[in-house]
Structure formats: C-alpha cells, structure tokens
C-alpha cells in the first residue's frame, strides 16, 4: 500500500500549482483521504479532504482557492491550488487510512516566493 505524492515547486504569489497523489489500488480504498501541509517550525495542518461519504472539507486559509478532487481513472487524488500566497509554503503530504492504518505519501515541497 503506497501513496505517492508529486506536483510541488517554486511558484511566484497568485500563481497556481497541481499536486497529484497517486494510490497504489483504488483510491476507495482509502477513505476518507485528504492533502496535509507543514510548514517550517509548525504542526502538521490538514488541508482539504473528502470524508467517508465523499464530502470535502478545506480548512480556512485554503477555502476558496484550493480544490481537492480524485481521478478515480487513474487512482490519484488531487489538489489544485490557485491564487498561492507566501503563506502556503510548506511541504504537503496526501494522507489515507487503509486497513486500520494511517498512511502517508512522500511529502512534496511548496514554495511560493517572489
């Protein structure tokens, strides 16, 4: 069981970035499932996630800006973010419960600098 998460860069502010997280098996078999993000010097935060019945939740600072989604073809989940701020960077992290476990992909770093 693997989640692999990719996308991540060196983004100037306003610009916009996909991250894609690839799932070993289907996507379903991991509920429910959802992008964290950790910034230098802080907690791990979550960002967006579907819940078990596939209801997305963002938190604040991403509400209006950032949309999570899942290719179910290809078994990835999503996170397009718009209109980035200096305050998104961190590394982001796709997260999945699977068989009574957490799971989390390799990190991939954000940066949104001038």
């Known amino acids: 069981v693997q989640l692999q998460a990719s996308g991540g860069g060196l983004v100037q502010p306003g610009g916009s970035l996909r991250l894609s997280c690839a799932a070993s098996g289907s996507i379903f078999s991991f509920q429910p499932m959802g992008w964290y993000r950790q910034a230098p010097g802080k907690e791990r935060e979550l960002v967006a996630s579907f819940t078990r019945v596939g209801i997305t939740n963002y938190a604040d600072s991403a509400k209006g800006r950032f949309t999570i989604s899942r290719d179910t073809a290809k078994n990835t989940l999503l996170l397009q973010m718009n209109s980035l701020k200096i305050e998104d960077t961190a590394v982001y992290y796709c997260?999945?419960?699977?068989?009574?476990?957490?799971?989390w992909g390799k990190g991939t770093q954000v940066t949104v600098s001038s």
């Open positions: 997260w999945g419960p699977h068989s009574g476990m957490d799971y």
